[in-house]
């Protein structure tokens, strides 16, 4: 993943003209772009944006080769290249374009640190001398209070504003008007709502889906209790805890599964399977993430992963919290590993022809959510949707019975981590030299592997003070228009044409330009080819294919999708990635 400026050619188009021109024209993949906010606060990264035109000088974010396919973004001039067909002939031009377009070079990450300390310094002295006597911090207007004395709670930063949002209301009972009272978070947000009327449906940054804290016991459930909800379309989580195993943060899990981008309908209840003991100490973080159940029992019980109806999951995540011995380092992933082989070994009948003769089935299904849409599962536990966490890489080995990947082979060549199967801590490390080379990579990454984060969500959590509910005022509720990722099928719907035989080129440029979605890779059966019974329904991801890549109608498609305010068109799972 790469940064860099723009060329002024770019100037004026929109974010979907800009990326289809990169990817047709100069091969690379345009994920996001910085945005500057018209008031002058901190730039932010802007995922798929629709519909608003880009400045001169902006910065695009890449999936490339090497930097050097980069710089073809910043060199490209539409006087000179227009007509170039080989992409690698698109170098720095001998006309001065450019330079009398910009009279500027690209900002490198260091130049741009090193500038930013002069330009604030700049801005104080300029805004000295404009606002005459008026006192400025960083920058900006400090606000003044009634009584003419600086406004301290305030401190010019836009950031102590959100901190005031974790406090108390100080305001008095006699400000309470017309049945609508001035609350001391917010207040410039809150004059115009009923709070008696209005029900809290996000949290105060307007990112998250928020419910009221409930207490856990009133999420258990028992064996019974959760065959009785046939669970479907849900996600499983089987967790591995000691009572006094240190806390992993679950709430990181579940809150990209809770992001506001997706409609309340389409949240995936989340079904944890482990001791209730150990979860009592998580709870607090999870107490306010709606669509949560708790079954008390163990991952490796098959009786209670039946209950859950783990065949029909739409994923199963199986995670470990306890502390590996430093005895023998192969056993530190045993019970995750057996959990995996213990679901892969189990056969499931069609129960979805017996849901209709529960008697209480109805009432519970009815309180699950969008899971009343039905769907058979796999017979074979081989074929239910899986991913395990793992301490260390060389177990990997392990997790596939019919893998034949030599022991020796690095992680990031083994078959399951290729299919999305295995996961280990390891994987992050390339994420340090990424994010020292280039900071604003890793706040891309978390933005689309957390469904979005603000400076607001992070002072409110750093501070511990968990996820609070917000009314929904036009500026929470815009946070909501945010791209999100999801997977759509080619073998129906509006892009299965696209299956027969096309390129991918083809379906980059038309779901660009009729949906707005951006295409960043395909989902691929490992053995497309076959159509034996041996072929197995294993999938690998294929980031960014070459333009002429030949597409099938077994592949599904990872796009960025735009919000959509109403149902999509589209037939697709959701999922962060």
Same mark, same amino acid.
């Given at each position: 993943m790469y940064t860099e400026t723009l060329s002024p050619s770019f100037s004026g188009m929109t974010f979907s003209q800009a990326s289809e021109l990169c990817f047709v024209k100069l091969k690379l993949l345009l994920l996001a772009i910085e945005v500057k906010?018209?008031?002058?606060?901190?730039?932010?990264?802007?995922?798929?944006?629709?519909?608003?035109?880009m400045p001169a000088n902006t910065v695009g974010f890449f999936i490339a080769q090497s930097a050097e396919e980069v710089k073809r973004a910043w060199f490209y001039c539409k006087a000179c290249h227009e007509d170039v067909k080989d992409e690698n002939l698109i170098k720095k031009c001998k006309c001065k374009h450019l330079a009398n377009k910009t009279g500027a070079t690209p900002a490198t990450p260091f130049s741009a640190a090193l500038s930013k300390p002069l330009l604030n310094i700049k801005n104080s002295v300029m805004a000295k001398e404009e606002n005459g006597s008026k006192p400025v911090m960083n920058g900006r207007l400090v606000p003044i209070g009634p009584n003419g004395l600086v406004d301290e709670t305030y401190g010019g930063y836009h950031i102590?504003?959100?901190?005031?949002?974790?406090?108390?209301? &100080?305001?008095? *009972?006699?400000?309470?008007? =017309? /049945?609508?009272?001035? %609350?001391?978070?917010?207040? !410039?947000?809150?004059?115009?709502?009923?709070?008696?009327?209005?029900?809290?449906?996000?949290?105060?940054?307007?990112?998250?889906?928020?419910?009221?804290?409930?207490?856990?016991?009133?999420?258990?459930?028992?064996? &019974?209790?959760? *065959?009785?909800?046939?669970? =479907? /379309?849900?996600?499983? %989580?089987?967790?591995?805890? !000691?009572p006094d195993s240190p806390l992993i943060g679950l709430r990181n899990l579940v809150m990209p599964l809770r992001a506001s981008n997706f409609h309340y309908h389409e949240l995936k209840h989340v079904v944890i399977v482990g001791a209730v003991d150990y979860l009592r100490r998580e709870w607090k973080t999870l107490q306010n993430l709606p669509k949560i159940s708790v079954l008390n029992g163990s991952p490796l019980s098959r009786a209670d992963l039946r209950a859950v109806n783990v065949n029909l999951c739409d994923m199963c995540v199986i995670l470990s919290a306890k502390v590996p011995s430093n005895d023998d380092p192969t056993l530190a992933d045993k019970e995750a590993i057996l959990a995996s082989l213990n679901i892969k070994a189990m056969t499931f009948g069609d129960i979805i022809t017996n849901i209709e003769s529960m008697g209480d089935s109805k009432d519970a299904l009815n309180n699950m959510g969008d899971t009343t849409v039905k769907r058979p599962g796999p017979i074979y536990g081989t074929n239910v949707p899986m991913i395990t966490e793992l301490v260390n890489d060389s177990n990997v080995q392990f997790l596939d019975q019919d893998d034949d990947d030599d022991p020796d082979t690095e992680l990031y060549l083994t078959q399951p981590f290729a299919c999305g199967t295995a996961f280990a801590v390891s994987v992050l490390d390339s994420l340090m030299s990424t994010t020292y080379f280039?900071?604003?990579?890793?706040?891309?990454?978390?933005?689309?592997?957390?469904?979005?984060?603000?400076?607001?969500?992070?002072?409110?959590?750093?501070?511990?003070?968990?996820?609070?509910?917000?009314?929904?005022?036009?500026?929470?509720?815009?946070?909501?228009?945010?791209?999100?990722?999801?997977?759509?099928?080619l073998s129906d719907g509006p892009l299965a044409t696209f299956g027969e035989g096309r390129k991918y080129q083809d379906l980059f440029v038309a779901s660009l330009r009729n949906y707005g979605m951006l295409c960043?890779?395909?989902?691929?059966?490992?053995?497309?080819?076959?159509?034996?019974?041996?072929?197995?329904?294993?999938?690998?991801?294929?980031?960014?294919?070459?333009?002429?890549?030949?597409?099938?109608?077994?592949?599904?498609v990872y796009v960025l999708l735009p919000f959509e305010r109403k149902q999509s068109r589209f037939s697709f799972s959701e999922t962060e990635v």
């Open positions: 906010p018209i008031d002058g606060g901190d730039t932010k990264i802007s995922i798929n944006p629709q519909s608003s035109k102590s504003y959100e901190v005031k949002k974790l406090m108390p209301t &100080n305001k008095p *009972a006699d400000q309470q008007k =017309n /049945g609508k009272m001035e %609350v001391g978070i917010a207040d !410039d947000q809150a004059k115009d709502f009923d709070f008696a009327k209005t029900e809290m449906k996000y949290d105060s940054t307007g990112m998250f889906h928020w419910t009221p804290a409930r207490s856990i016991e009133d999420c258990i459930l028992d064996r &019974n209790q959760a *065959a009785m909800t046939v669970l =479907n /379309g849900h996600v499983v %989580v089987c967790l591995f805890a !000691d280039n900071q604003n990579a890793l706040t891309l990454i978390r933005s689309l592997i957390t469904g979005g984060a603000t400076p607001e969500l992070e002072i409110i959590l750093a501070e511990g003070a968990g996820l609070r509910g917000g009314y929904s005022t036009p500026d929470t509720l815009s946070h909501r228009d945010r791209c999100r990722v999801g997977q759509i099928s960043i890779g395909l989902y691929r059966l490992r053995d497309a080819a076959l159509t034996t019974v041996d072929a197995t329904s294993k999938r690998y991801v294929i980031t960014n294919p070459p333009f002429d890549f030949g597409l099938l109608p077994t592949d599904q």
